[in-house]
């Protein structure tokens, strides 16, 4: 929901009036909120540094060969305003296969910057500013085609929302990592056919938005702002 706040203003005839300072959205009881479906995502080797694109799922961890990464991209559905404080976040994939994740450790970080595109390369990849945070643990005991969710993304995006808002439409990227011998987890990817795209879902308190108060100074006659004050 959302409430208007109205500051007294004495006008030059010396009447008062409340006018309206700012509309505010309140989230009297946080509710978790799907912020962002995967609309870009890829796997990579990062020993040859080679990119997968367009596959059906997600290689994570060891493929045989070497480690991957996966890189998720999402699209936020709503705006989130700098500063909102996240009380819980996490991470859906459906699993495309049955394995036991307890044992693993995965790491999953965010992009820092502003609305990130999707890296053409492992160069560019490595070349992002990642945030300092991690989120890290495991998708627990996985079953095919059955969702599973990441340990909490929290503190996250907490780091990425201080830095910066998120607009509706902007984008969130994600890097998971799995590199600790030769773990693996094969996931879907938006590309599947029949199992849904990883999501990205949150609890947040909303930034209030704060305004200096204004000061007015009295003359003979009526209430005038103070010089410089608006």
Known sequence: MSTTLYTPRRLEDGSLRYLEDATLR????????????????LDYNIVSGSFATGGTTLQLGYDGIDPRNV???????????????????????????????????ITIEAAEATNPSMPADQTTADAITWTTAVASGNFGSCVDGTPADSPSLTSVLNEVSAGRAIAAGEAILLRVKL???????????????????????????????????VLFRRSPRFWRPMSGVR
């Open 26 to 41: 309140v989230l009297e009881t946080p509710a978790a909120v799907e912020i962002g479906i995967d609309d870009d995502d």
């Open 71 to 105: 890189l998720l991209r999402f699209i936020a559905s709503e705006a989130i305003a700098q500063g909102s404080t996240f009380s819980d976040a996490k991470l859906t994939i459906v699993p495309a296969e049955t394995k036991n994740t307890s044992g693993y450790t």
């Open 179 to 213: 590199d600790n011998g030769t773990d693996s987890l094969a996931f879907a990817a938006n590309e599947h056919a029949s199992y849904a795209a990883a999501r990205l879902s949150a609890t947040f308190d909303a930034a209030v938005p704060t305004k200096a108060p």
